[in-house]
């Protein structure tokens, strides 16, 4: 069975400053996505960044990269110039080929003014 | 706003109550799924729906079930509730089958007293 790891419970940044979230996952499988979901205090959850295991290239969506790096199972997610509104519970998630989502259990980040 | 819809928002009920959760997946989705968050268990797969029929199963008890109607919203029903069962329901769709990216409704937060 797949099973995702995040180490770092709680992380804190200053605004405007970069912060990296670690998560590593296990599999045997060879073809699965990789995902970052964000959950504000409002509780939903929302898509930050996937990735696909069979592309090299690290995925970016503006201030939110990955390190991707498939033959350690990691998954690092990069957040550049921190926003008050990235305060949230993040959770890395594992996609592989029976679908369901598998996550880790979450790494609260405090922005600090 | 992911395009998926969640009713009731909450739910108090009692013990041994039986009740039902709502999703309506986003325009064209024929996929939907269930997950429950809890603050023991994290974010656990409940189950999986593809255009009416049943896809996967994951960590779902017997005492709860779903379906998926004609028109894809999909219900999950509780019963025999136990004070354990208090969570987060949510419901996700994708598009199809296997690669597409799940989007989250809001949530029900069901409170068991």
């Known amino acids: 069975a797949q099973t995702v790891t995040q180490s770092q419970p709680e992380m804190s940044v200053q605004e405007a400053e970069t912060v990296t979230l670690s998560c590593t996952y296990d599999?045997?499988?060879?073809?699965?996505?990789l995902f970052w979901y964000k959950q504000p205090p409002s509780r939903q959850m929302i898509l930050v960044i996937r990735?696909?295991?069979?592309?090299?290239q690290n995925a970016t969506e503006n201030r939110f990269s990955v390190n991707f790096q498939k033959a350690a199972k990691s998954f690092s997610l990069k957040i550049s110039d921190s926003q008050l509104g990235d305060a949230a519970m993040y959770f890395c998630?594992?996609?592989?080929?029976?679908?369901?989502?598998?996550f880790g259990t979450g790494t609260r980040l405090t922005i600090i003014p | 706003d992911s395009g998926v819809t969640q009713t009731p928002k909450h739910l108090i009920t009692a013990t041994g109550q039986r009740v039902t959760l709502r999703c309506s997946p986003r325009?064209?989705?024929?996929?939907v799924y269930w997950y429950q968050q809890s603050l023991d268990q994290g974010l656990q797969f409940l189950i999986q729906?593809?255009?009416?029929?049943?896809?996967a199963k994951g960590n779902i008890l017997e005492r709860f079930s779903a379906q998926q109607f004609p028109d894809l919203h999909s219900e999950l029903n509780l019963s025999s509730l136990e004070l354990g069962d208090s969570a987060l329901y949510f419901c996700?769709?994708?598009?199809?089958?296997?690669?597409?990216?799940?989007?989250f409704g809001p949530g029900t937060r069901l409170t068991v007293l």
């Open positions: 990735q696909e295991a069979y592309k090299q």
């Open positions: 996700a769709s994708s598009a199809r089958q296997g690669k597409d990216t799940q989007y």
């Open positions: 998630a594992y996609r592989g080929g029976n679908e369901k989502l598998t």
């Open positions: 729906y593809y255009n009416g029929e049943e896809r």
């Open positions: 599999t045997s499988e060879s073809d699965y996505y």
């Open positions: 325009s064209g989705d024929l996929s």
